[in-house]
Structure formats: structure tokens, C-alpha cells
């Protein structure tokens, strides 16, 4: 039996969906534990660009079961979406999707509320992917949410209606000018309940934990990132649900003393999508370079992502907090063709030099404190082994592995399965 982690350590988009792509061939079951659409994981292979968002990126795997966990929240229309992509590749979804019967669903009113919500906001709102996330969650903590166990009762459609109706209520509250044909939506909603409803629901933690007493090994999947958690992220600009290793046990109710190995992912660099401080942000032509080179616009919205350079009092604060035992560089290839390149080691916070994530990173309090390492030329998109790298990347790895005190045990090269380098 093994239980190991997956997740992002940065602003989400680190490259997970590749990644749990590439490890699934090891596990026999792959469980996504929180977020919802906001999430879009890429994969790469055999010439094909996949994007997945609720659904497991273990799942092109042809022995793998895939698990949606009681933490995650669905929207059946862009599931049915994500099911009709997935048509040409002769997956058997009724066998090896599996859907916890606790997992919350995103009405139509959800997003809604969240057009209403960040609309109300103005500059400050938190730059939400608008996928109904934050309504959904606070419906599930607020102990009026629709679950997914919900649907094989008799009353399912009342108790939409009843909710539907709440949230009207709650979107004429605020005062913004929102168009939208509510019947219209319910009518896409409901055909779409029909297409989650032909496969199967199951108590997904009394699954998991029969096949922990059976020996198999589970890999969990984690969306966003950690600077996106509702707790330890740069609050209020985060998501709604625990990003971080606790949400895993929460979203699959696996104990924390089953969980085995973390792998902690994150880019060479760092991006963010949205609202929210980002300390090392570049605004200049360098961060137009990492933009462009790593074509980095949302998989999910399109939006530009904001691009910066690494931040290690960042990732050093997210590996603590999830317990990282290995790391995964991703998207070094981006940094190729730098003459130098910059690594955040501290901040000036209010005038004093900390090592660690204070409470507030605005930009007024916070300015990034800098290391200057030596860039390389090489193309590495074509290197297969370690020894291969240019000499001042590896020295670029040996210091983020002596400042965090975590190996770096995979680095990725390319958006492609086999663009996947072996430590
Ligand atoms: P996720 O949300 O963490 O799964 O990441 P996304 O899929 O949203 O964003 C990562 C993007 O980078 C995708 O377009 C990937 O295909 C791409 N990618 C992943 N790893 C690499 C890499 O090592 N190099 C390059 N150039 N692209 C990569
Ligand atoms: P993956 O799993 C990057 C960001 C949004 C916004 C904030 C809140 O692909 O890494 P929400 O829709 O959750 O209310 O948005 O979080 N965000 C992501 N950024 N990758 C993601 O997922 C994200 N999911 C949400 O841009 O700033
Ligand atoms: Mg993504």
C-alpha cells in the first residue's frame, strides 16, 4: 500500500497534469481531492495536447482507476464537456471514472453568484476564473450545497429549485447589471445531469480504503497551488478549498499517517493568473520573454499569466507546509537564453530583511531580495539525461536544493511526457 501526494507549490499552472501523467504508469489509482473547472491540467503526448479539469490526469492510463473525491466541487456541464473530448481515445469511463457521491455540484446560480460577486467588487476583485468555485464552496461550508449523492434521490429536482431560488434572491442583493437566462442554463444543467449520471458514484473513501487494505498504491492530485490556499495562501486572492497536503485527507479521507511521499511541483520561474501581490513579478522585458517562450496564458481562461522570478522564501514556505519530500522543476527550458538570472532569497519587509512569508506582500511593504546566478544558451527541449544540462543549470538546481533542504528528483524539459529528465 502506498498513498503519495501531488501538488502545485506556487500560483497553480506548475505543470501537475504532466507530471501525474507521467507517474500514473506507477499507481493503480489516481484521486483528484479539491478544487473544480477552475483547474485545467495539460498533457502532452504521442503529438496530442489534452487539457483536463475535473477529471483525474491519470486517466489516459488504460490501468488506471480515476477518482473524483469528496473534495472536489463539479460542474456537470463542463464535465459533459471534458467527457465528449475524451470520446476519441476509447477510454472505458463507466469502469475506470469514478465519481465520490460527497462531492458538492456547481449550480448554474453558482456562477452567477460569482460573476455578481466579483463584478460588485470593481479593481478589487480577486480575478476568479468565474467557474463558480467560491459560491459552491461557501454553500458546502454554509450546509446548503447540492451533492452528487443528491442526484439518485427522488427530491433532486426540489432541492434545486429551492437552492436555485436562494440565490437568486442573493444575486438581485447585488447591484450589478449581470445578464443571463436562467432557464436557458437549468436546461443545459439538467441534460448534463444525465450524462454524470451514466457512471458510477461510490463512497469514494470506503473505496480508498479498501484498496489500501488490498495492497494498491494511490497517487493524490492536487489543483491550484499552495499561495492559492484559502489558509496559507495570499489571502483574500486565493481559491476556495485547501490546496495544500491536509487537503488531500479532507477531499478522499485518507489519514495523514497513511501519506507516504509529497511531490512538490513548481516552475523554474513563477507565474500567476488573476488578482494578488506577487513579489518577484517582472514588468519589464524579461518577463515578456518567460511569457512568450513559456506561452504562458491560462489553460482555462486564456488570461496572460503574470510572470516573475523564482521566489524561494515563496517555496520554502510551501514546501514546510505540505511536508515536501521530492521536488519536480518544471519548465526550465523557458530560462534558456538568460545571460543572468535571478533567484529571490529574502524580502525587505517595512525595512527588515525576513526569510519568511509575512502577513502582508503587497508590494508597499514587500521588496524581493536577490541572488544572481549565471543563465546558460543550451537548447534543453532535446536532453534526455542529466549529465546532458549545461553545467550553470545544475548549479541552479544544487542551490534551490541547499536553500529549501529537499531534492530536486525530476526536471522537465518540455511540455511532452518524455521531455522528462531523471535526477
Ligand atoms: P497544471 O495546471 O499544473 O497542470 O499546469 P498547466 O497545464 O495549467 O500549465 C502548464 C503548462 O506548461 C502547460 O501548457 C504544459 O503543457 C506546459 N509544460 C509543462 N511542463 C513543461 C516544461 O517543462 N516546459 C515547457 N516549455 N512547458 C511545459
Ligand atoms: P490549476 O489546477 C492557476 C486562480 C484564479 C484566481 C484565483 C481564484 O490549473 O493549477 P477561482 O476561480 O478559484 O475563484 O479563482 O485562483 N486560479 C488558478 N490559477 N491555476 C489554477 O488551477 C487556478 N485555479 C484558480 O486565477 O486568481
Ligand atoms: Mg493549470
Avoid at 484559502?230 to 483574500?236: I, K, L, Q
Wanted: glycine content about 10%; aromatic content about 10%; hydrophobic content about 40%.
Amino acid at each position: 500500500m502506498t498513498v503519495d501526494l501531488l501538488l502545485g507549490l506556487q500560483w497553480g499552472d506548475e505543470g501537475k497534469g504532466k507530471i501525474v501523467d507521467v507517474l500514473t504508469s506507477k499507481y493503480d489509482i489516481i484521486a483528484r481531492f479539491q478544487g473544480g473547472p477552475n483547474a485545467g491540467h495539460t498533457l502532452e503526448f504521442d503529438g496530442i495536447k489534452h487539457v483536463l479539469r475535473t477529471i483525474p490526469s491519470g486517466i489516459f492510463h488504460k490501468n488506471s482507476i480515476n477518482i473524483i473525491g469528496n473534495g472536489v466541487v463539479i460542474d456537470p456541464v463542463v464535465f459533459q464537456k471534458e467527457i465528449e473530448g475524451l470520446a476519441k481515445f476509447d477510454i472505458d469511463l463507466q469502469s475506470r471514472l469514478l465519481i465520490s457521491r460527497k462531492a458538492h455540484l456547481i449550480l448554474p446560480t453558482h456562477r452567477l453568484l460569482d460573476a455578481a460577486s466579483e463584478a460588485s467588487k470593481g479593481k478589487a476583485k480577486i480575478g476568479s476564473t468565474l467557474k463558480g468555485i467560491g459560491p459552491t464552496y461557501m454553500d458546502k461550508t454554509g450546509r446548503n450545497g447540492l451533492r452528487v449523492g443528491d442526484i439518485e434521490l427522488a427530491d433532486f429536482a426540489d432541492r434545486y429549485r429551492s437552492l436555485a431560488d436562494k440565490h437568486e434572491a442573493m444575486i438581485a442583493f447585488y447591484d450589478v447589471d449581470l445578464e443571463y437566462d436562467l432557464q436557458e442554463m437549468e436546461e443545459e444543467f439538467f441534460a448534463s445531469i444525465e450524462v454524470l449520471k451514466t457512471l458510477q458514484f461510490i463512497d469514494s473513501e470506503a473505496y480508498l480504503h479498501d484498496a489500501m487494505k488490498a495492497g494498491k498504491s494511490i497517487l493524490a492530485e492536487g489543483a491550484q497551488g499552495s499561495l492559492l490556499d484559502v489558509d496559507f495562501g495570499t489571502y483574500p486572492f486565493v481559491t476556495s478549498s485547501t490546496t495544500t497536503a491536509a487537503g488531500a485527507c479532507t477531499g478522499l479521507g485518507i489519514a495523514p499517517n497513511k501519506v507516504k511521499e509529497v511531490f512538490g511541483i513548481f516552475k523554474a520561474y513563477a507565474t500567476r493568473v488573476g488578482s494578488g501581490p506577487f513579489p518577484t513579478e517582472l514588468f519589464d522585458e524579461v518577463g515578456q520573454t518567460m511569457a512568450k517562450v513559456g506561452n504562458e496564458f491560462g489553460s482555462v481562461t486564456g488570461r496572460a499569466r503574470r510572470c516573475g522570478w523564482l521566489d524561494l522564501v515563496a517555496l520554502k514556505y510551501a514546501i514546510e507546509i505540505n511536508g515536501v519530500t521530492a521536488l519536480y522543476m518544471m519548465k526550465g527550458d523557458v530560462l534558456s537564453g538568460f545571460d543572468t538570472l535571478k533567484i529571490c532569497t529574502s524580502y525587505q519587509y517595512n525595512g527588515i530583511e525576513t526569510n519568511h512569508l509575512p502577513y502582508n506582500i503587497e508590494p508597499e511593504n514587500v521588496a524581493p531580495v536577490y541572488v544572481e546566478k549565471k543563465g546558460w544558451k543550451a537548447d534543453l527541449t532535446g536532453m534526455t539525461s542529466y549529465e546532458e544540462l549545461p553545467f550553470e543549470l545544475k548549479e541552479y538546481i544544487e542551490f534551490i536544493e541547499n536553500f529549501v533542504e529537499v531534492p530536486i528528483k525530476v526536471i522537465s524539459v518540455g511540455p511532452d511526457r518524455k521531455q522528462t529528465i531523471l535526477k
